[in-house]
């Protein structure tokens, strides 16, 4: 168990809907990092944000976005569903900015499916 | 554009073969060379870190090295426990005093009792 805690672990929605993924970080974790997995591009990095504050963005589409909560909770919003946006989302969490020496730590995922 | 390429893409192994995994990268200012190791419907789990060239870490049976192009994760006498996706990532500078994790497809390893 890493300590992260993401839900739902599974969605089933239509296109053009919009659902929000909910994390909890590890207990004293800063950094929150938000991942898309698919089968065929691997784990893209979407945005990072620490204590609060937007830190990194990666190739996150502007249909979607994020925030942290002052409790240090994250969600990430997606809107306007395509059937191109099924993939497991994953949360990590580290305590540095930096994820420190690159150890973050991941939760289980929530696998979206739009249909 | 940070850049990582992992081979193969799948492995299958009996039981006791050893064997290596390759990962290669192009990255500017690379800040680490991270491995994480991925189970069925799970998230990554660490493995190792990897700064320098010519580093080396071992935990099990488990040994990572790092090039200036590219980390091999060595499995020496695997067992069926093994068997998982294992993932390499570099982080690099990203915008001042950010990082980010770019990830490889990973590799698909299976050992066969």
């Known amino acids: 168990d890493s300590g992260v805690t993401q839900t739902p672990k599974h969605l089933i929605t239509a296109t053009g809907q919009r659902v929000t993924l909910r994390c909890s970080p590890r207990?004293?974790?800063?950094?929150v990092y938000w991942y898309q997995q698919s089968l065929d591009q691997g784990l893209q990095f979407l945005i990072q944000?620490?204590?609060?504050?937007?830190?990194a963005k990666g190739n996150i589409l502007e249909r979607f976005s994020a925030q942290q909560f002052p409790d240090l909770h994250s969600e990430l919003n997606l809107s306007s569903l395509e059937l191109g946006d099924s993939a497991l989302y994953f949360c990590?969490?580290?305590?540095?900015?930096?994820?420190?020496?690159?150890?973050?730590?991941f939760g289980e995922g929530s696998r979206l499916t739009v249909l | 554009e940070d850049q990582v390429t992992q081979s193969p893409e799948a492995l299958r192994l009996q039981e006791g073969e050893s064997s290596s995994l390759n990962c290669s990268y192009t990255?500017?200012?690379?800040?680490?060379l991270f491995w994480y190791r991925q189970d069925p419907g799970k998230g990554p789990e660490f493995l190792f870190t990897?700064?320098?060239a010519g580093e080396e870490k071992e935990k099990e049976r488990l040994k990572a090295t790092l090039t200036k192009k590219e980390s091999f994760l060595h499995i020496t006498a695997p067992k069926p426990e093994d068997s998982a996706t294992y993932l390499c990532?570099?982080?690099?500078?990203?915008?001042?005093?950010?990082?980010?994790?770019?990830f490889g497809k990973g590799t698909l390893l299976t050992v066969n009792p």
């Open positions: 990590a969490s580290s305590f540095w900015t930096s994820g420190g020496g690159g150890e973050l730590f």
């Open positions: 207990s004293g974790d800063l950094s």
């Open positions: 944000y620490y204590n609060g504050e937007e830190r």
């Open positions: 990255v500017s200012g690379l800040r680490g």
């Open positions: 990897l700064y320098s």
């Open positions: 990532a570099v982080q690099a500078l990203s915008g001042g005093s950010n990082y980010k994790l770019t």
